[in-house]
Structures are given as C-alpha cells and as structure tokens.
C-alpha cells in the first residue's frame, strides 16, 4: 500500500478507535479525536522523538493533551505506537502502556484508558489533563526546564538536551486564565521550543463560540511574542506537516499554530454542533460516520494489517535510531564529565545528592527568636547549593517570602540565562504552580512561594501536582494573621483546612525556626508527593531544645513538645505554628497553678495520622479528655484531635485590620484565654465526674 493510503488508514484508525471506546463505553468525547485525528498522527508519525520502546527517555519530545477530554487521541496512539509501560520507580515492565482491551473498556475500573490523561497512571503520558487549560500551563514549565537542563548540562559536541514540547488545546483551554499567564510568561521567556496548537472549532459544550469567545486570538498571541501560523484545514497533514517544519526553525519565540478544524468530522449529523463535543455518536451515526470514511461499517475496534507497521515504521524507527544515538554519545559524556552525568542519572530518579542537607541551619534558643520566612529562606539557600537541580522563586513576592536565591552564581532564570535558578513568575500563582509541576515532570525539584492566602489562585494546579504525585514544594509565608494591618483580604483562614484536604498533599506549619529545618529535611526526601509549608511573617521564639523535645519530631507529624515536671498530664494543648510558643507559654503558667498540662505541637496533620496507633496514642492520650487545640485558622477539622469533649481556639469569621498584638487579643489567641478555656474543661470534667460517682 502508498505511505499516503497509510496515512489515511492510520488516521481512520485513530477515529474510529475512539468513536468505537465512546459508544462502547456510553460516555466520552468523540468528535475531537474524530477531528484531530490527522493532527495528531502528523506529530507522532512524522515528527515527535519519542520511543515507544522506552516512554521515559529524557530526551524526548513531549506531547501534552491540554484539551483532556479528548483523551482516545492519546490512548490510540500510545497502543499503535506498543508504547511499553514503566512503574513509578522507572523500571521498565515489558508489557504495553494501553492494551486494545484497556481501549473496549475505556473509562471502566482500572483501563489504561480512563477519561482523562493521568500521569503515573498510564506510562506515555507526559502531564494530567482535563481541568482545561493547565496542560498548556504545564508545558511551558516544560519548556523552561528543557532550556534549564541544556543550558546547564550540554557541552560542546554534547547536545544531551534538545527536545521539545508539543501542547494541544481546545477553546476552552484558551479562554482559561491559566493558559493567558503562563503564554504571557512563555512569550517573554522566548521559549522557542515550545508549540501550542490550538483546535479552533468554534464549539464548546454550550454550542457555537460565537457565544463567548469572539477575540482576536492571533493578535493576543502575536502580543504575548509568540509566532503565530495558522492551518486552514485540519485534514490536510503536509500543510500541518509544514507548519510544525517553521516551529522547529523558529529562534527566539514560541509557536501557535491556529488550526481550523471541524468537531465530529465524518458524521453527517453531528458535525460542527456540540452534540458532538461529549457524548456518543448513537449506533446510526457510528455507521454513517464509518461509512464517510470508507471503513466496514459493522466492525468494533478494527486495526487494519499495516497500521501498527506503518507507526513502527515512523515514530518507532525513526526515535529509536535519536535514542540509540543519545545513549551512546551520553556514555561518552559519561567519561568526559562524570560529575554531570551522576547528577542527570540521579534527578532522572527523583535522587538527592549525597551531602544534600550538608550546612541546613541550627537555631540556638531565643525568645526574640526568628520569623518562619527567614528560617525558611536561609534553608532554601543552603538546600539550593546542595541540590544543582533545586530551583524555584515566587509570584513576585520573593523579597517578602524570602525565596530569593542570594549566593554566588544563584543567577535568575531570563531568556539569555536559562540555567538560572531563581525563576521570576511575575504576579501570575495560578501559571506559577502549573509551570512548577512542568519543571517537576521534567525531573527538576521546584519550590513555588506566594502568601499562604494566594494559595487559592493556584490551587487548581495544587491539586493536579498531589494528583500527579509530583515532589513539588509551596512556599506559603504570611501563614495567619501576623499580616495584621493589611486585613481579612490577606489574612489566610479557611487556606490551611482546605490545603489539608487535598489527598496526598503534605501541609506543614512548623513552630519555629528549628521546626522549619525539620519540616525541609522531611520534604525534601519525598519523591512522589507535594508538600506545601506554611510559615509566619513575624518573628516566633525558637524553642529551647534542652527543655522542650527535639524538633526531629516534626517528621512524625505531632510530638510531644512539653510535659508536666511529674504526673500524668491531665490537659493537652494542641497547636501549630506561631501558636506553639503561646500554647507553652500558657502551659508554663498552667504549671504554676498546679494543672498537668502537656503541649503538642503539631505540624502536619497527614503525616501525624500516617504513624502507628500506638504512637499516636502515647502523643494524645486517649484517656485524657480535656483538650484544646490552638491555630490561627479555621476551627474545621480540629474536632478529630480535640474529641466532642475538647475545645477549638481559632478562627470563625474573617480576621481584621489592626496591628497583631490587637488581633491576638481579638480573637482569643492568648495565653490567658487558653488558660480560661481549660479551666472550663477542667470544671465540666469534674462535674462530669462526680455525676458518674453519684449514679
Ligand atoms: C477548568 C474546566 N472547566 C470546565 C471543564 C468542563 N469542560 C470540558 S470540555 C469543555 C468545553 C471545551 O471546549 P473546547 O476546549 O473547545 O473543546 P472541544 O469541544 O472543541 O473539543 C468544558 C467546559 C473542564 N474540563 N475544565
Ligand atoms: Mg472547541
């Protein structure tokens, strides 16, 4: 058969794949994957470095789906492909990524085919999508960490990254903020690796875009620096084949090919109208759309014989032959820089490097004490000069959150100095956390830093981050009300609940500045999760460790900070952060009137109810009943601590603008309003008690 007839087939196949998985699985998205067909088998077939034999290979093209939705484009390929599966600790496994059965049970329990594109769930794919717009968001972050990774391990005649970043999207990516903050970003980076194509269909869910979306979008991008193309017809694959030719032979931009598409192609009814944005064909269509291509009309999942060749015969031999070359000249960089090969060898599987935590900071005690920001920014500092490939920076809020690199040869991330490490995002959080997880996909370790209370402008992209499991680390200074002055609109209160509720997001608040040592020292170690550290504006006491338990115990998630002299303690204070240092002074006046108290401080929720029973149990006794929980934040959640007999000192309302001092008072987090309140407990025990006595 001629390679055009091929192509031709190929891309039937890919359509009729996804129509066959949507209408099988009575859900989905057909009519992009119908009207992307041909895009999609031009980058993969003719253009994209990527071997199927080894989906991990560092340097290969990405390929990001931003539009999510139209998942079956990617499940086809990477079962056409025989893209071989990997586990998360980037063994090979011998055996397909997406089988033709994952494909019949497409978006059933456990397929490698569910709806959308899960990193770590289906090897081949490069980045989480579906919540629109944050495919192309973390691609840029991708791009940035393509030119960081050239720029600081290539060497003459050792090119050992040149790859680049292909991202798809949709209108609905387009109109998504996230996607305007971070091409804004892309386009002053001048990050010439990197194109987006966007589907222009005129269609989302509601109907035509007419309805909402009416802009000039090639002068938006031609604003923003990019260079702008544009393909008339989405079936015509030289054309697209051309286009992604002037991308490769762009310098100093990125590219946006505007490709004009028609959803649903092929199916007489549905084409061009939403019906065929999100739901099956129907079995008539189905047939009538099988019937316009040219294919057996009856026949579910149908690969023609010369199909899977033709893929080997393209992406599969043409990416091994880049692979085998890039193997062989990395063993000779291996002999000529040693140094710099171990450190590719070890990011490439989330590694530190031994001596990581060499010079972290001991605080010695001191009731003036140090803000939880300083803390943070001289461990950052150390951590940075450890780890080559640790980077990060902030919304432009560096100088406050102290997230600024300062040391000899820290340099800034600009598009003359892409190996810098301190990264400037602008006041964009939301472009900030997705760029960062593209950095963290391309095995770089990234920390983010903004107020805690900004949290919620990138929180879209926190979650895919602990969804994705990626090692990426927040910033979050300004962590309660020590922001005082500038009021409710800046100070956190429902921020460090909800972070906690994200699943596998590890949320710290260290007390002081040696728990803010600890609370690195366990972050950093993790390979598969993100983790998110609240820390204070204000200076906090740095506890006196010969007194009060060692910091080490933040790795536990809570520990027992203090204890009463004598006795079983009979009171537990709980708290977190700037609250710690009150909590024991209350517990040191308790002392004095003769009640047992003992202080928990308590860093991390999730870590804490990580641990054993038996460890949880010997930090809060279960037979002591009297306990408060003292934090600066939402009073939700506390109660699983503090039981139904407990109490909750924190925040039921929005805080206020007034100096610190004033709102500690305010609001009750002082250290004789926590004694009032266990006096009260102790009462209604005591009362309780003797009741069960009398009865
Ligand atoms: C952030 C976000 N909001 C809403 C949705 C729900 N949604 C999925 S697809 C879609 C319409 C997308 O239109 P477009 O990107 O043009 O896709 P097309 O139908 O053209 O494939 C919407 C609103 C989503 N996935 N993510
Ligand atoms: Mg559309």
Redesign the pocket.
Do not use: F, K, V
């Given at each position: 058969m001629a390679n055009n007839d091929l192509d031709q087939l190929s891309i039937n196949t890919i359509r009729t794949l996804s129509i066959d998985a949507v209408q099988q699985a009575k859900s989905g998205?057909p009519?992009?994957p119908m009207a992307l067909a041909p895009l999609v088998f031009t980058i993969w077939n003719r253009v994209l470095r990527f071997d199927p034999k080894d989906p991990i290979w560092p340097n290969r093209d990405r390929f990001v789906l931003s539009?999510g939705?139209?998942s079956m484009l990617l499940w086809s390929m990477l079962y056409l492909t025989g893209t071989q599966a990997v586990n998360a600790e980037y063994e090979r496994l011998g055996q397909p990524a997406v089988t033709l059965e994952d494909i019949r049970r497409f978006r059933q329990l456990d397929s490698k085919a569910p709806g959308h594109p899960e990193y770590h769930w289906t090897s081949g794919v490069e980045a989480t999508t579906?919540?629109?717009?944050q495919g192309v968001a973390m691609s840029v972050g991708m791009a940035i960490a393509e030119k960081w990774l050239a720029n600081h391990y290539n060497r003459p005649g050792f090119e050992m990254f040149d790859y680049r970043i292909y991202a798809i999207a949709?209108?609905?990516?387009m109109m998504?903020g996230v996607a305007s903050e971070a091409a804004s970003l892309a386009g002053h980076l001048q990050l010439d690796n990197l194109c987006w194509i966007y589907?222009n269909?005129h269609?989302?869910?509601e109907g035509n875009t007419r309805i909402t979306f009416t802009e000039d979008i090639a002068a938006r991008f031609l604003g923003y620096g990019w260079n702008v193309l544009r393909v008339g017809d989405a079936n015509d694959i030289d054309r697209i084949q051309h286009a992604l030719t002037v991308f490769a032979q762009t310098k100093d931009r990125p590219t946006f090919i505007i490709l004009d598409s028609h959803?649903g192609y092929g199916a007489p009814n549905l084409q061009d109208t939403a019906a065929a944005?999100?739901e099956p064909l129907g079995e008539e269509e189905v047939r009538l759309a099988k019937r316009s291509y040219g294919w057996p009309e009856d026949v579910k999942f149908f690969v023609p014989d010369g199909v899977r060749e033709h893929f080997n015969a393209g992406i599969g031999a043409r990416a091994a032959e880049a692979r085998r070359r890039w193997t062989q000249l990395f063993e000779s960089y291996r002999v000529a820089y040693p140094d710099l090969a171990s450190e590719i060898d070890l990011m490439q599987s989330r590694q530190l490097p031994v001596a990581w935590d060499k010079n972290l900071p001991v605080f010695p005690a001191d009731a003036k004490g140090i803000a939880g920001r300083d803390a943070s920014g001289k461990v950052l500092n150390e951590l940075a000069q450890n780890i080559p490939w640790f980077v990060g920076g902030s919304a432009d809020l560096g100088p406050s959150n102290r997230t600024m690199l300062k040391f000899n040869g820290a340099g800034n991330v600009e598009a003359a100095s892409p190996g810098g490490k301190n990264l400037h995002f602008g006041v964009r959080e939301h472009a900030m956390a997705a760029i960062v997880n593209g950095l963290a996909l391309s095995k770089l370790r990234p920390f983010a830093g903004t107020f805690l209370i900004f949290s919620d402008y990138a929180r879209p992209a926190i979650r895919l981050a602990a969804l994705m499991e990626l090692p990426v680390i927040y910033v979050f200074t300004h962590d309660a009300m020590g922001d005082g002055e500038d009021g409710p609109t800046h100070q956190p209160v429902e921020q460090l609940v909800s972070l906690r509720a994200i699943p596998g997001l590890v949320m710290l608040r260290p007390a002081d500045a040696n728990e803010v040592v600890e609370a690195y020292r366990y972050v950093m170690q993790l390979r598969h999760k993100p983790a998110a550290i609240a820390l204070s504006r204000q200076a906090l006491p740095t506890l006196d460790r010969n007194k009060y338990a060692a910091a080490s115990g933040v790795a536990r998630g809570a520990y027992v900070l203090a204890d009463p002299p004598e006795g079983q303690p009979e009171v537990i204070l709980i708290a977190s952060g700037s609250e710690v240092s009150l909590a024991i002074d209350a517990h040191e006046k308790l002392l004095r009137e003769g009640i047992r108290s003992r202080v928990v401080s308590m860093p991390s929720w999730d870590i804490f109810d990580n641990q054993t029973p038996e460890y949880r149990d010997s930090v809060l006794a279960p037979d002591v009943k009297s306990r408060v929980a003292i934090e600066q934040g939402s009073v939700l959640g506390w109660e699983r601590y503090v039981g139904s007999f407990g109490r909750i000192i924190g925040m039921k309302t929005f805080g206020a603008s007034a100096p610190l001092k004033e709102l500690q008072a305010k609001f009750g987090f002082e250290p004789d309003r926590v004694i009032e309140v266990v006096k009260e407990l102790r009462e209604k025990e005591n009362v309780l008690n003797l009741r069960k006595e009398i009865a």
């Open positions: 998205h009519g992009t539009n939705h139209a579906g919540p629109l717009g949709g209108d609905g990516c998504e589907d269909n269609i989302t869910i959803i944005h999100g």
